[in-house]
């Protein structure tokens, strides 16, 4: 009788060695980070530290130098040959990018689409989906982040908190495999941030598999599996918040928290 082999879980997010630079600016200075399925990873550091950058190269809005980014089992960006990487056509990464949602700082709806419209419109030119079937589809997403009632709103209608909520649900409508969210409070009022918040705290608490740049320690707190620490382009430190954000084993992760935190 032989011992059944523990299972192994393909990594949602894994990133193997990844350099960036910018000119002669070196961002990245060899990421390895893995993202389990189902877990809330939220990146911290100083800025400049290379947080949004990192987030970028696994949608591959930013092409890695060196390394690799692989997202639920798949190459992103290349495809292998042999030792070497090529480049995927532009249409391929862009079918790539249908699994992988993002939320931007800025919210980035379309001024002249009805929020329902936005939500709506990806699923209808990106994946071909019936019109009908996307619109109801979009009206529940919005139901589920709390604006049932703007679906007919323009966006200028909206607050901020608003139009970064049909933001999330726009995201959300390709159904993707992974959220990547980049700093999405942080062009909020502060009056505002809490009910953005409270959207991503439901989406982690369901499963959803994310990856979020924030400042928001208090969030990285409650909804975080791991909090990962950067600064000038390398990990510094990651592991459960309670050990990063409470008992930091690194000096720059608590000079950083200290700043933060008080």
Request: glycine content about 10%; aromatic content about 4%.
């Amino acid at each position: 009788m032989t011992a059944t082999q523990p299972q192994t879980v393909t990594p949602m997010v894994d990133l193997r060695g990844v350099r960036k630079s910018f000119g002669a600016l070196e961002v990245l200075r060899g990421i390895d980070l893995t993202v389990a399925p189902g877990e809330v990873t939220v990146l911290l550091g100083p800025s400049g530290s290379g947080k949004s950058t990192l987030l970028r190269t696994i949608n591959h809005l930013e092409k890695v130098d060196r390394g690799f980014v692989g997202v639920d089992g798949e190459l992103i960006g290349y495809r292998r040959s042999g030792d070497r990487l090529h480049e995927l056509a532009e249409r391929h990464i862009l079918r790539q990018r249908t699994h992988i949602g993002f939320v931007f700082q800025n919210f980035n709806l379309f001024p002249h689409l009805t929020a329902l419209d936005n939500v709506a419109e990806a699923p209808i030119s990106a994946q071909g989906r019936p019109r009908a079937e996307a619109l109801s589809e979009a009206r529940e997403l919005l139901g589920r982040v709390g604006l049932a009632d703007f679906a007919e709103q323009y966006p200028r209608r909206l607050s901020g908190g608003q139009q970064q909520r049909v933001a999330i649900a726009r995201a959300l409508a390709l159904r993707p495999k992974l959220l990547l969210f980049d700093e999405p409070t942080s062009a909020l009022d502060p009056e505002l941030v809490g009910e953005v918040l409270d959207v991503m705290r439901d989406l982690a608490r369901s499963g959803t598999t994310m990856v979020v740049v924030t400042h928001e320690i208090g969030f990285a707190r409650e909804a975080a599996d791991t909090v990962v620490f950067l600064d000038e382009g390398r990990i510094v430190e990651q592991g459960p918040p309670d050990q990063v954000l409470d008992a930091p084993r690194e000096g720059r992760t608590a000079a950083f928290l200290g700043k933060v935190l008080h």
